[in-house]
């Protein structure tokens, strides 16, 4: 296992679906930092699952309980533990099937890596739940890149084929939370809603796009030529359960595009060196440009459907049935938009220490 | 700056485009293994570029040089340090338009993060050129890799919006010599020439995608949660200059399909674990699953264009028409694919000392 | 703060003297290792103070609590969790003294350091207190030693100037436990535990000398130039509070030697490679050579002592006397073995894994 | 092998004693800063073997040679990379002692851990040689620190039992050069002198005892708990062959030391807050204190003696006798001064930029 992610802003994640809890050491916080337990609370929410079409039915209160590294409000200058502590956990649905792997899942990778001793309680350490962690961390990191101005939106831009029309980062600001499904398109929205109901009618599942944005960054975040700015944030989202392909600007349009129509032409504005379009998506040669940060993230479709599937039974060493009780998200797309959220900030956040542009203490 | 990938097998970049040489260190090279400069030179030889449309018309001998590391044929657990110098340099070039930014290219973020200090002649670091040194490393890797039958092929599959037909591996592999572009497909490769040359005629340029494939791997490889083999991959991948997008698997496709679709049935063939659709690329939890890894990689056509293009000359603060000069690629993709097998032997060969699966001494 | 240490068997600090716990998170350690909440109390209690004249006052039951990465008495692969709740804290014997420095203490640094905003509480994150999670991270590598052969003993050698005698490693080890003091040589430890009592008595306290041994190695640990078993060894043993000097074999005492003297002569004793004598202490070039490792700790005096002292009101910036009150211990020299023994496992284990000793999956 | 040091000031060393070079790759160097082949030189000269009683008889122009990363006089932010090409090479010297393992080498370590495949030619990757590139990146890491206002000098302190007297660090300062001893004490440098001809007269060496000293450090340098500056200069201190012991301030002799003499009192000094006494060595709690940073360093007497020695030849599995031919130094004490000198550069620049006291660029 290698749990940790950053240089200077270090995560460890810890913990598991079905354990005591879901944890995250954040060590290279510098000391100073105004935060408590509501900031952190306030983006762990984020990713509950609604109460709607697209959740789980899993019920956790999910409380941020800070264990270490803050006092009297403010970070100390040591590392930083957070957890949340697993208390709707109901083993048994997955004691039953503990033999069968499900498709789509690490259940057979994670057995054979393990020989068979890790821990298969509801995903254990694949479960999406331990993203609790990483967007608890995602928190603390977001305090400090405000304190740069720095920001950061993701938002659901497709599911199930539905995409949302393009929207100005002021739009998609204010029309993000007008849904369950983070989708600032407010039509597209409601077709991806009916969608998801539908799926959930059948037993299957839905996939779908998230874009994340930091609309305003300063240029020079990113260490050429191992830990650029897109190499180290594809590596963090792709850490996220689910994720399967990662794009910046243009992305794999700009595969399809002329050198003429895909180079952004520098420019000036009011003193401030811009380019004129961001096919880019405000990363040359791995480093930000000052221009929006744009990533866009593709989900894979829930792997547990309630329809039944074909799959293996590893002890007879057979095809057999399975049909996935327990709670199920039937699109985690809106949830993942939180994740990616997280994952961006502990990015920014790490390469942003490194360049100098947050002290070491506040 | 941050030059050092991998963990275990860790290279460390160093040279610059028109400086004396451009090298690598690989750190982590288990002792034994048998390699000479010809391994090395064999994979250098498959970046150079072609004599064809699609090449620059820089003319470099690009000897592999071995400066440490190697005696009498095999390796000696020391660092293997390998360079290539550079002879064919031209400077001036660049001299004259050095103050004036390049749309597509890091001349901008790289002024701004080395605040001026950074050497600008041909792209200095951020040249494609330095990734003769991730080709050297990567022929060291794959000779690892070979120990434990492990192999890797990437081809080109879209060039200037010309897609190559889907093929079987033994195709691929059969066909992806018969022409320069690296492209299985025949029949599209003429079309993908034809482009090119077009492209050529008008000052213009293309870029593409490029197709990883490793068709056999232990099931293992990866280090959840932030050493995913997708993640690290993804993180490698991106330090290729022009690098836009990288999927696995069914990809950005996959946000489209339903669950029952995507999930990769399991069953037994031979004894052996096997999935019945290989949606998932052959990863899954982070970790290879036994089928065939498939990841994609777009790369944007090549910033430097003939034609004249609006930009910025960085003393005045103003806008200005730039035509580069120099030798340039009209097409790079080809070439890319030659770092992206390096880039992919580099992961796979750090994941699999991690994993275990090559010993410390051969 | 950079609170990891280890590569592979890689171990995370976290938690504070008079904050909610202190725990460590260790990332790397194989699936399937045996292991339970007693095997790690079970170190925990060696550096519990021991009811005597040697001991702080301070009363913490100190049970190892499992929070993560065990599942049915075996590791899983996942990270190991493992915390103590702080329970007799008492924050107010510090705050009256808080903005005085403590003379020894790492109250002035720290303060520079963490620009006023580090926990001062009872030293915080610079208390001794913090090694209980080395301890108990140490009793997990132990375990993982144990599968090879290793064991490690560390016993005291010297207190207050009263140096225990030579004795054989057998000896030692039946009577390291003899007395509270964990020196083998019972006359003197009875010496030793007087000079003890009378520093109480007037107020001081006492350092002194504690060695490490690890009688049987396999030959390889160790990663030249810069990972050396010696080099990494002093690194994690300057971690512990207090200490100001490492040495191995002959130590300082080789610079006084002449090069016939102290060169270990090559021998072959029962068809394995041995030295006649052993003043390298069992490391040459920074690689175990078989030979028991042999590595001595000097401990300063506890900083905190009852009589009055000269040192410096931060907020006044003058001059103040100070008088120390809390619980505090007159001579750690015996429980800092029991954190010599822990970070001698920490980072033979982390070696013996990079060398490839221990698999990836017991 | 793991042969990098150092986080953000991130040093590789490469080459080995008899191949073509030793050098060095420094990632992390800020850009902009000035430095020129003569810098490094002036330090590459300090650890030329003197032409004295006390040298190796190898002549070895040493060369610094600027490979990458320094541009018009002033680094660019790119990797640097600086060799040594070896020239005087008398590989034949060793092959006829080729399985005979030296006692005090590494010749047996080095050949189980690399299976035979070791470059065993003088050492290989474990002669002192290899500390050129270790000068090397310290004459980078000096004008770096130069900036901040931070010197260092290591000198001489004992050899072969011969201790010189105490001095302040400006007579230290001014005497360092008067003698090839690098020892301050003019009239025991005379006494050592003679003892190392005597040494060299009956085909023995010597060892001794280096001290180095950094006056003038910021508050603040170390990371705890595991990047301390103690900790993280002992590590790099080890990696210099011969190192036997390292202590900072009082050290070993503080174990005898009763708290109330060891803790060094806090005052007040021009608006400055110091300690009294400096037992501690400038270093509290893991961070620099602002007083002295004092370490002394135990170097064992050269392993490589004239004189008949009892060995073992590996082929035969028996005992036979050796006399090593070739060209050694009688007593390095001297030259290790100028490696202890790097090792603190290197050790200081990385946690000053870490600690935020060095600017990215400069």
């Avoid at 100390?76 to 498709?103: H, M, Q």
């Avoid at 874009?211 to 989202?237: T, Y």
Wanted: charged share 25%; proline share 4%; aromatic share 4%.
């Amino acid at each position: 296992m290698a749990n940790s992610l950053g240089k200077l802003f270090r995560v460890t994640s810890f913990g598991e679906s079905h354990g005591r809890l879901v944890g995250v050491v954040i060590d290279g916080c510098p000391a100073g930092l105004e935060i408590n337990q509501a900031d952190i609370q306030k983006e762990l929410d984020k990713r509950k699952p609604a109460q709607t079409a697209a959740s789980t039915s899993r019920k956790e209160a999910d409380e941020a309980d800070i264990l270490s590294g803050i006092m009297n409000g403010r970070t100390t200058g040591a590392p930083v533990c957070l957890a949340v502590w697993n208390k709707d956990v109901k083993s048994a649905d997955y004691e039953e099937t503990k033999n069968i792997f499900r498709p789509g899942h690490a259940d057979f990778t994670s057995y054979i890596k393990y020989n068979g001793y890790g821990d298969y309680r509801g995903g254990g350490r694949f479960s999406g739940r331990i993203t609790a962690g990483f967007v608890m961390a995602g928190a603390v990191a977001r305090k400090l890149l405000e304190t740069i101005g720095v920001e950061i939106i993701a938002h659901t831009v497709e599911i199930g084929g539905i995409a949302a029309g393009r929207m100005s980062y002021e739009e998609i600001k204010r029309n993000i939370n007008s849904n369950l499904l983070r989708c600032a398109d407010k039509e597209a929205a409601v077709k991806m809603a009916a969608a998801i109901e539908e799926a959930r009618r059948i037993g299957d599942s839905l996939g779908g796009i998230v874009e994340g944005i930091a609309p305003v960054l300063p240029v020079g975040l990113g260490e050429p030529v191992f830990s650029r700015l897109d190499g180290e944030l594809a590596k963090a989202l792709f850490a996220i359960p689910s994720v399967k392909g990662v794009e910046f600007g243009a992305g794999f349009g700009s595969a399809r595009m002329k050198g003429s129509e895909n180079n952004d032409p520098l420019s000036v504005e009011n003193g401030r060196i811009i380019t004129k379009t961001n096919n880019a998506g405000g990363v040359l040669g791995g480093i930000s440009n000052g221009m929006p940060l744009v990533v866009r993230v593709a989900v894979k479709p829930t792997p547990s459907i309630a329809a039944a599937q074909q799959t293996l039974d590893m002890q007879k060493m057979q095809e057999t049935q399975l049909e996935i009780k327990g709670r199920h998200d039937v699109c985690i797309v809106p949830r993942a938009a939180a994740v990616v959220e997280a994952m961006m900030a502990l990015t920014l956040c790490d390469l942003a220490l490194r360049a100098g542009f947050i002290a070491e203490t506040i």
